[in-house]
């Protein structure tokens, strides 16, 4: 009974926030999605126009397994302030698709896809946790474009951080100041990798000189370059849920 009536409540704030779309925003998208996001981070400006910026966006889809997960790469188009018409807003349908979100790539996922972090030294790296003890470092721009279909290979890493003793799989920060990594799991401890080493080659590999689509579908995780732990801070007595640099700017 209190399952049912916590369900309703939820229900009715849902009615009366989507009654005041029009009040509260300047400006609304939504996207309706096939699967639902663990995780949604916003990534770098990518063009600046006179009426809206053109934004990365990272998500993920989490599936019943009768297709894989994937973290999907977009690009939002956000239009600025005091821009939009007031009909736009006023129009709000939570089924739609939005015109203004584009999916530029989809990456096959070794596992769910909790976290994603983006490198602030270089746009194009982000970071995943996933249910294991290893970080994915992935050069989304280099990633071939894949289709999540039954039976298809998971996408090959760019890099693989391996330290954790047990699953990490929430705790994951990136330094804003020097390509360092940080992470914490059940195994109570937190972990840091530094990928300065890594970072020239995953930013500017020549197209050319990159395996084919079809080879780089076949390649394994396994098959990732590797690195190990710089530090390993130990202390905690439960596992780590969350790190943050600091300072954080």
Known sequence: MRGRQGSAAVDERYTQWKSLVPVLYDWFANHNLVWPSLSCRWGPQLE?????????????EQTDGSVPNT???????????????????????????????????????????????ELPQNSKIVATHTDSPDVLIWDVEAQPNRHAVLGATESRPDLVLTGHQENAEFALSMC??????????KDKLVVLWSIQDHISTL???????APKEEEKEKEKVSDSPKIAARGVFEGHDDTVEDVQFCPSR
């Open 48 to 60: 600046q126009a006179t009426y809206k910026n053109r934004q990365r966006l990272y998500l993920s």
């Open 71 to 117: 973290l999907v790469v977009a690009n939002c188009e956000v239009v600025k302030p005091r821009v939009a018409a007031a009909e736009h807003i006023a129009e709000f349908n939570e089924e739609a698709r939005s015109p203004f979100i584009k999916k530029f790539k989809t990456i096959i996922h070794p596992g769910e896809v909790n976290r994603i972090r």
């Open 176 to 185: 804003p100041t020097e390509p360092f990594v940080l992470s914490g799991g």
């Open 203 to 209: 930013a500017s590999s020549d197209a050319a000189d």
